[in-house]
């Protein structure tokens, strides 16, 4: 199982970027979530999406700011940050639920993803 992640990188605050995450298997109905973790502090769901219903989750620190979409026909799934804080700065991950969990409930129980990417690192600063 591999992940393709990229669109990471430096921005500036308030700037914007687009990750993205191309599993390398079919998305079926499965839930797939970003996941950050920033230096010192424990990892974090920041949104997760149901891949058939496209029911999405989104944590209350990003709600206004970041939009989770999937485009089936890619089979990738994308992760639009908009008014980038220096405070989003992290290890973005990829991650998948095969059982195909709610996405909130998903999103704060990373133990129940079954398999992770690598990871990409955004820094938001001036």
């Known amino acids: 199982v591999q992940f393709v992640e990229s669109g990471g990188g430096l921005v500036q605050p308030g700037g914007s970027l687009t990750l993205s995450c191309t599993p390398s298997?079919?998305?079926?109905?499965?839930?797939i979530g970003w996941f950050r973790q920033a230096p010192g502090k424990e990892r974090e769901g920041v949104s997760c999406i149901k891949s058939n219903y496209g029911w999405t989750y989104l944590a209350d620190s990003v709600k206004d700011r970041f939009t989770i979409s999937r485009d089936i026909a890619k089979n990738t799934v994308y992760l639009q940050m908009n008014s980038l804080k220096p405070e989003d700065t992290a290890v973005y991950y990829c991650?998948?639920?095969?059982?195909?969990?709610?996405?909130?409930?998903?999103?704060?129980?990373?133990?129940?993803?079954?398999?992770w990417g690598k990871g990409i690192l955004v820094t938001v600063s001036s």
């Open positions: 298997f079919a998305l079926h109905d499965y839930t």
């Open positions: 991650a998948i639920d095969l059982q195909g969990g709610p996405p909130g409930l998903v999103a704060t129980m990373p133990s129940l993803m079954d398999y």
